[in-house]
């Protein structure tokens, strides 16, 4: 056996696990045909990242791609987007796991919105003390070095993101907690949404959010 196929093999529950990540997207209405993407730094060097073209709600472990830190793809169709991925690796050393999805109402704030420079979190608690706040990076072409570079200033302080007019980011220190920020928040746009349409915004009164960031520092950095 080569050392490829020797790393595919001894790695083989992650890549059960990405393809669990991408099933629980694909049912949520966060992917759609080939969209989105999932990696896992599985060493000092190597990261596990779904393949390109293809629908992440029908991928098998095997179609898994290995790549480099430095950008070589060792085996496997790597992911179009992989140099995002690589980036937040480079920029965040705690960084285990990326998810990056396509979840609706998330992109659809950007598009409505462009203005804004991250969701309300001021009108949830549940932002701020599961993310501290949520910012839209600015657009970039997707497939582009840009995705990856228009990260850079976001990181490694924010672990959840909404890429504007195409999708959103999360990391973190495992693929579970890179999964949780994914779920977090969409659904944080959604609930944002919804009360939007039946009145509009309202915010914490400012001590109150005081408080909420207080507490989310003492909490750590992991998303919850």
């Known amino acids: ?109 950007s598009v409505a919105q462009p203005e804004l420079t991250k969701l309300p979190a001021e009108c949830l608690s549940e932002v701020i003390l599961a993310c501290g706040d949520i910012p839209f990076v600015p657009y970039a072409r997707p497939g582009t070095p840009a995705m990856g570079s228009h990260l850079i200033p976001f990181l490694p302080q924010h672990r959840a993101l909404i890429l504007s007019r195409h999708g959103a980011l999360s990391w973190g220190e495992s693929l579970d907690e890179a999964w949780r920020g994914m779920e977090r928040i969409e659904h944080s746009a959604e609930i944002l949404w919804k009360a939007q349409q039946l009145g509009g915004l309202t915010s914490l009164p400012g001590e109150e959010v005081a408080a909420l960031r207080e507490m989310r520092r003492s909490l750590g950095e992991k998303l919850l």
């Open 1 to 109: 056996m080569n050392d490829l196929s020797s790393v595919l093999v001894e790695h083989k529950i992650i890549g059960d696990q990405i393809v669990e990540v991408a099933r629980r997207l694909y049912a949520r209405n966060m992917l759609a045909a080939a969209d989105g993407n999932i990696s896992v730094r599985i060493n000092e060097h190597m990261v596990l990242i779904t393949p390109s073209g293809v629908s992440k709600a029908f991928i098998k472990a095997e179609d898994l791609a290995l790549i480099t830190l430095d950008h070589q793809v060792l085996y496997g169709k790597a992911s179009s987007e992989r140099m995002m991925h690589l980036e937040v690796y480079k920029h965040c050393p705690l960084a285990r796991a990326v998810v990056h999805a396509h979840p609706t109402t998330a992109i659809a704030w």
